[in-house]
């Protein structure tokens, strides 16, 4: 379900680090839309942290913590960001930063895009693409593996895992 693609933009001087993450949900393009740009949806999948857009260029992106996070002693805004490109119900460009930590908080805005494309009569291929570069906290957050699963991570595969058995299913994977 992902990949990592490293590409050097001057003879290995400054590295790109983009991450995709590809899943095929048995959802219509404009319920899978609605899924990521709706507090009423977004909230109920992933993180469980209801997110809101300004779904125009310039418009703001902001998630906020559960009540399980805060008791974790997360800041009340977890995610924020800006749109960049809004193109119901197709595709979705904006910016992104994590507030989990010090750590996350120092890093750049990253560049995180949607795109939505139906494969047939009720298959829809979802692709998120995110560029990490100079941000290599966020890199390993987004990234899936085992043990983060377990300690409440496991990055976009999770996510957009959660996504499709939300449309698919009716419920979360909740853990």
Excluded at 53 to 71: C, N, R, V, W
Excluded at 113 to 141: C, F, K, L, S
């Amino acid at each position: 379900m992902s990949s990592t693609t490293t590409t050097d933009s001057q003879a290995g001087t400054d590295t790109a680090t983009v991450q995709v993450f590809r899943v095929y949900i048995k959802a219509t393009p404009e319920a899978i839309w609605e899924a990521i740009t709706s507090p009423d949806w977004n909230g109920r999948y992933g993180y469980h942290a209801a997110a809101t857009y300004d779904l125009k260029p310039g418009g703001a992106y902001q998630s906020k913590a559960t009540p399980e996070m805060l008791e974790f002693g997360s800041p009340d805004v977890v995610v924020d960001g800006e749109v960049l490109e809004s193109d119901p119900p197709r595709k979705l460009v904006q910016t992104w930063r994590m507030y989990f930590s010090p750590e996350l908080t120092a890093e750049p805005y990253t560049t995180l895009t949607y795109d939505i494309e139906p494969e047939g009569d009720n298959i829809t291929r979802v692709t998120v693409t995110h560029d990490v570069t100079g941000a290599p906290v966020h890199e390993h957050q987004i990234t899936p593996s085992a043990s983060k699963l377990a300690e409440g991570g496991g990055g976009w595969a999770w996510v957009l895992s959660d996504l499709k058995s939300l449309l698919e299913g009716g419920s979360s994977l909740e853990m």
